[in-house]
């Protein structure tokens, strides 16, 4: 069966650094999103990606984060300066019509 | 935009036993609720979603019924098994957007 891959599954960085999350959507998905989940509390929506640009954003997703699709499969989420409010899992999701969304393992970040 | 608050946060059963998870939304418009189970250090998994036209819908153990005007829908899981065991999580649309609004979770414990 199809899934949402992510890579790497654990990333520890310091303050201040870039980290880039890596994720392989379901191959014939056309949405994709990246959601967050902060230690013990609920998943929380960052964006929504269509068609080579973002559809939707929420508060969460300031000028910090980008996301791009540099290829036919890949679909990353950048942090440029991370904070330490920025540690929780990060899940990408994908979906073949708006609804439907399949989520990824997830990438366990940390920032010290 | 769209609320979903989820009921009981936590739900300890025999096995054997149902279970019943209950969540409530805001935004009438919204047509689409999927239910996500979450197990320790994993991503969220899709077991069963239902759309506005239908008022339930069951996949063997699991069923989840959908009252619109109520602005309502509920998981039930019969016969449990200690592999049920996890943390279950309902989501909604945001309105006129792509991105689900999560509840909060239910964590259910399914003793042997």
């Not at chain 2, 979603?49 to 819908?57: A, P, T």
Request: glycine share 6%.
């Amino acid at each position: 069966e199809p899934e949402v891959t992510q890579t790497p599954s654990h990333q520890v960085t310091q303050m201040g650094q870039e980290v880039i999350l890596r994720c392989v959507p379901i191959s014939n998905h056309l949405y994709f999103y990246w959601y967050r989940q902060i230690l013990g509390q609920k998943v929380e929506f960052l964006v929504s990606f269509y068609n080579n640009e973002i559809s939707e954003k929420s508060e969460i997703f300031d000028d910090q984060f980008s996301v791009e699709r540099p290829d036919g499969s890949n679909f990353t989420l950048k942090i440029r300066s991370t904070k330490l409010e920025d540690s929780a899992m990060y899940f990408c999701a994908s979906s073949e019509s708006f609804e439907t969304q399949y989520f990824g393992p997830g990438t366990r970040l940390l920032v010290l | 935009g769209e609320n979903v608050e989820q009921h009981p946060s936590t739900l300890s059963v025999q096995e054997g036993d149902s279970a019943v998870i209950k969540c409530t939304y805001s935004d009438s418009a919204s047509n689409y609720f999927p239910w996500y189970k979450q197990e320790l250090g994993k991503g969220p998994q899709l077991i069963i979603d239902i759309r506005s036209n239908v008022g339930e819908k069951k996949d063997q153990r699991i069923a989840v019924t959908l009252n619109k005007t109520a602005k309502h829908f509920s998981l039930h899981i019969t016969e449990t098994q200690p592999e049920d065991s996890a943390v279950y999580f309902c989501a909604a649309p945001k309105q006129a957007g792509t991105a689900l609004i999560f509840g909060k979770g239910t964590t259910l414990s399914v003793s042997s």
